[in-house]
């Protein structure tokens, strides 16, 4: 396929709703010992924003936790959605040359189904380094089970199963109508705008979700998102994005400030962002403890006092 220029000024959609998905933490009391009254708590915050939680995603540990975990944030969740849209990882473990792992996926996709979740595609081996037609046949498959589902691009960086799809290979994911939109972490502005304009120009309806998060100003060329970032300040988040729908000019200043918290807290190594957020949290006092999940990386200390910076910074913006 033939790439469209990009004239990224041309591309600005001022005062566009911004429609935002976002990643919960899964906190911790102890050791694996999940802190529910927080996760609640957190789920029901992210709804009040106006966000979408994104149930089981990385920064829920999704590919750490067992099923009894995972099964107990999706009827937790829904509980709490009354209703309203989430959505949830569907996450399929394999090793490189695996085959496409159908069963597997749809056993997860049939259980966030049983909790009215919707199921956004994790990468693995077997569905995403496979030839182009077979990638597009295992999505196909993916339909057959999925009343609706998100695909997710991920880039090899954050994990050495995730692959960013060929354009061509994108427009065809956009055919299959269950496929509501797709996550896209290449961390690449210029790929991200590339599927803006052919999503302009195919299929207008589908989501574009930013996983940039450290370019989450791509908001203002037509992205909508799903971020890790967004778990430390959901409400943030909100007042950032009603700023963009009303033309009020401190969506710079205040998207200045999250840019900045996602710089620190996503630089190398990345999955520590999650002992940040974790941090973040509780000294907003609304989780109790900023331990991490067995496995993931985790930050010093220190962060503590430029994570309170940002803390204070962002009070400015937020109503009391």
Known sequence: MAVEPIDPVSMIKTKRKISGMSAILLPLVSDTTVDWDGFDSHVKRTFDAGLVPAINMDTGYGNLIDDQ?????????????????????????????????????????????????????????????????????????????????????????????????????????????ACLGAKHSSLSRQLEWQRLLLRDRVRPDFKVLTGNDLAIDMVIYGSDYLLGLSTFAPDAFAVRDKMWESGDERFFELNDLLQYLGTFAFRRPVPAYKHDAAMFLKRRNQIETDLTYPGSPERPQSDIDVLQQVIDDLNIFLPN
């Open 69 to 177: 975990t995972r099964s107990e944030t999706l009827r937790r969740t829904q509980a709490i959605a009354s209703g309203r849209n989430y959505v949830a990882g569907a996450f399929v473990a394999d090793c490189e040359g695996a085959s496409f792992a159908k069963d597997a996926y749809c056993r997860s996709i049939e259980q966030i189904q049983s909790f009215s979740g919707t199921p956004i595609i994790f990468q693995s081996y077997g569905l995403a380094h496979q030839s182009d037609a077979a990638i597009i046949d295992n999505y196909q498959v993916i339909a057959s089970y999925a009343d609706q589902f998100y695909a997710f691009e991920l880039g090899n960086m954050f994990a050495p199963f995730g692959n960013i799809y060929s354009l061509d290979v994108y427009e065809q994911l956009m055919a299959i109508d």
